[in-house]
């Protein structure tokens, strides 16, 4: 009898610290500042298919980032490319938002291309 009397007390202690823990989780994560928003322009010459052009900017049309990609036409048509802009414009800003500097021909958008992008996380177009 005061085997299961202790086992409940630490099963109820534990779901306790549990909870608390759940609950203090979920305020840390209502407090975090939101990303901030922007838009993505893509330019390519489908004549001369030489490379694209990708510039990233704030919702105040702020240009924050510039990358040029020589041999590669992105295709703004396709639902894995615009997920993978977006993926690389949440990573400009929060680099834009950090920093406050422009960057040029950096490599956000061929290093996510190689590592590639969790779908779920960027579907939707929410910029």
Known sequence: MKKSGICSIRTL????????????????QSRA????KGFWVVETNAKIPAGSVI???TEDARLVYEE???KTCLDIKRRK???????ALDEALIN??????????GNIVAD????????HL?????H
């Open 13 to 28: 202690v534990l779901t306790i610290l549990l909870l608390n823990l759940t609950a203090t989780l979920i305020k840390a």
């Open 55 to 57: 510039r990233f900017y």
């Open 68 to 70: 040029h990609m020589e």
């Open 81 to 87: 490319t615009v997920v993978l802009l977006n993926a």
């Open 122 to 126: 960027y579907a939707g177009g929410k």
């Open 96 to 105: 834009w938002n950090i920093t406050h500097r422009q960057q040029n021909n």
């Open 33 to 36: 500042e939101p990303v901030p």
């Open 112 to 119: 996510l291309k190689k590592r590639g992008v969790d779908d």
